[in-house]
């Protein structure tokens, strides 16, 4: 693909500055139109259909447009890489692709959370960010279907990765010790979402949030302690939304094995499978430099270098 940046695109100090405070930043106009026409085009043959009566997604995949050219191009793009890379302030490795879409006035989506699934494998402390690529347009005053984010500097889901993840793993193990039978999957998943969607907190987090329009080619960046939350497709002329999601973390992260395990906690004690075994896969060995998995083979085109 000749071209996967928008040609005109250029980062600003401003762009720089927001990314900074709030810990994300809408980028307009940075992919090119081929590369979204080509992504929106084949996305659905690598989403897997979902129960009829699930009512978060309509379809999801994992780990998808591992072996695509236009991907590779986009990954292997200087002012790709550099916009990233300057955002983050630091070189990155691209870890996974991703695919979610919801039906309108069906699919409500995720609620509020942060990357508990998603950067579950890494060290809490390690540096990790997702870039959001809407499929469709998403217009916040009449039909919505997009993304709602709160500032990091004022309120920053850090707290989730230093402090309750663990605690509620070091909870959940004690009490299996204990008494198995008494652990109740219900329960656990209730745990697991319940802190970021209480009543006092999720007021909070509504009062807070920003929620942005996107066109076509445009971006939204956000790091891992940003807390977000899927906003509903309503009625209108979108049958269906689908988004594309690259996730990447700091060159330097590491494996935290005893992360990864705690995510395995629904499978081993009630038969429950994650949502994607990606944590599973990506190494065996604590401390392991991410980059250096055997997962991802010859990692050289997943490393984006900080100019």
Same mark, same amino acid.
């Given at each position: 693909?000749?071209?996967?940046?928008?040609?005109?695109?250029?980062?600003?100090?401003?762009?720089?500055?927001?990314?900074?405070?709030?810990?994300?930043?809408?980028?307009?106009?940075?992919?090119?139109?081929?590369?979204?026409?080509?992504?929106?085009?084949?996305?659905?043959?690598?989403?897997?259909?979902?129960?009829?009566?699930?009512?978060?997604?309509?379809?999801?995949?994992?780990?998808?447009?591992?072996?695509?050219?236009?991907?590779?191009?986009?990954?292997?793009?200087?002012?790709?890489?550099?916009?990233?890379?300057?955002?983050?302030?630091?070189?990155?490795?691209?870890?996974?692709?991703?695919?979610?879409?919801?039906?309108?006035?069906?699919?409500?989506?995720?609620?509020?959370?942060?990357?508990?699934?998603?950067?579950?494998?890494?060290?809490?402390?390690?540096?990790?960010?997702?870039?959001?690529?809407?499929?469709?347009?998403?217009?916040?005053?009449?039909?919505?279907?997009?993304?709602?984010?709160?500032?990091?500097?004022?309120?920053?889901?850090?707290?989730?990765?230093?402090?309750?993840?663990?605690?509620?793993?070091?909870?959940?193990?004690?009490? @299996?010790?204990?008494? %198995?039978?008494?652990?109740?999957?219900?329960? *656990?998943? =209730?745990? &697991?979402?319940?802190? $970021?969607?209480? !009543?006092?907190?999720?007021?909070?987090?509504?009062?807070?949030?920003?929620?942005?329009?996107?066109?076509?080619?445009?971006?939204?960046?956000?790091?891992?302690?940003?807390?977000?939350?899927?906003?509903?497709?309503?009625?209108?002329?979108?049958?269906?939304?689908? @988004?594309?999601?690259? %996730?990447?973390?700091?060159?330097?992260?590491? *494996?935290? =094995?005893? &992360?990864?395990?705690? $995510?395995?906690? !629904?499978?081993?004690?009630?038969?429950?499978?994650?949502?994607?075994?990606?944590?599973?896969?990506?190494?065996?060995?604590?401390?392991?430099?991410?980059?250096?998995?055997?997962?991802?083979?010859?990692?050289?085109?997943?490393?984006?270098?900080?100019?």
């Amino acid at each position: 693909m000749n071209e996967t940046i928008n040609n005109n695109f250029r980062l600003t100090d401003y762009d720089v500055a927001q990314f900074n405070k709030n810990g994300f930043v809408v980028l307009r106009s940075f992919l090119s139109i081929a590369l979204i026409a080509h992504i929106k085009d084949s996305i659905t043959e690598h989403l897997r259909l979902l129960d009829e009566n699930q009512t978060g997604f309509k379809r999801v995949g994992y780990d998808i447009f591992e072996q695509d050219q236009a991907i590779k191009s986009l990954l292997a793009d200087d002012r790709f890489s550099g916009t990233l890379t300057t955002l983050a302030n630091r070189s990155l490795f691209y870890t996974q692709g991703l695919g979610f879409q919801i039906e309108k006035e069906k699919h409500t989506g995720f609620p509020w959370h942060i990357g508990t699934q998603s950067f579950g494998y890494q060290r809490g402390e390690d540096f990790g960010c997702s870039m959001w690529v809407p499929l469709a347009k998403i217009d916040t005053e009449r039909q919505g279907g997009g993304m709602s984010y709160v500032p990091e500097h004022i309120i920053s889901g850090k707290f989730m990765y230093t402090d309750i993840d663990p605690a509620i793993d070091q909870m959940m193990r004690e009490l @299996a010790e204990m008494d %198995r039978d008494s652990l109740d999957l219900e329960d *656990y998943i =209730e745990l &697991r979402h319940s802190i $970021l969607n209480s !009543p006092a907190l999720s007021a909070l987090l509504e009062y807070y949030k920003h929620t942005d329009s996107f066109n076509l080619g445009d971006v939204l960046l956000f790091n891992k302690n940003v807390i977000h939350v899927s906003e509903p497709l309503l009625e209108g002329e979108i049958a269906t939304r689908t @988004a594309f999601v690259m %996730r990447f973390v700091d060159i330097d992260s590491r *494996y935290d =094995e005893t &992360r990864a395990r705690g $995510l395995d906690f !629904p499978m081993t004690y009630f038969g429950h499978p994650p949502s994607s075994d990606f944590h599973a896969k990506v190494s065996e060995k604590d401390g392991e430099l991410i980059r250096e998995s055997k997962l991802f083979g010859d990692n050289g085109g997943r490393i984006l270098t900080k100019p």
